[in-house]
């Protein structure tokens, strides 16, 4: 019902950057928050950042700072700038969308496949 494509991830020295991109397909009526989440291995999937659809942000501790969220609501489209990259910033990066489907007519979470953020040190 909603598909989201991930593009951006790699493999960086630390310090540098990278752009991730996100973009929601499918029967959506609306999207609300819209946000990342990181997941290293063994450990738990945590939100990294999340923006509503009026723009306000919300980010982990461990990224304020060096990470923005941005988006664009007619393409259903949200990014995630990364500077000051570090080691520990290595994980499998998930985009996430709250919308309401043609079919569900609630709000539901949806999440794209993931993509792989590698930070050398």
């Known amino acids: 019902q909603v598909q989201l494509v991930e593009s951006g991830g790699g493999l960086v020295q630390a310090g540098g950057s990278l752009r991730l991109s996100c973009t929601a397909s499918?029967?959506?009526?609306?999207?609300?928050?819209m946000g990342w989440y990181h997941q290293a291995p063994g450990k738990q999937r945590e939100l990294v950042a999340a923006?509503?659809?009026?723009?306000?942000?919300n980010y982990a501790d461990s990224v304020k700072g060096r990470f923005t969220i941005s988006r664009d609501n007619p393409k259903n489209t949200v990014y995630l700038q990364m500077n000051s990259l570090k080691p520990e910033d290595t994980a499998v990066y998930y985009c996430?969308?709250?919308?309401?489907?043609?079919?569900?007519?609630?709000?539901?979470?949806?999440w794209g496949q993931g993509t792989q953020v590698t930070v050398s040190s």
């Open positions: 996430n969308a709250d919308a309401v489907t043609i079919f569900t007519l609630k709000r539901q979470p949806y």
């Open positions: 499918g029967s959506i009526l609306s999207i609300n928050a």
């Open positions: 923006i509503t659809t009026g723009g306000s942000t």
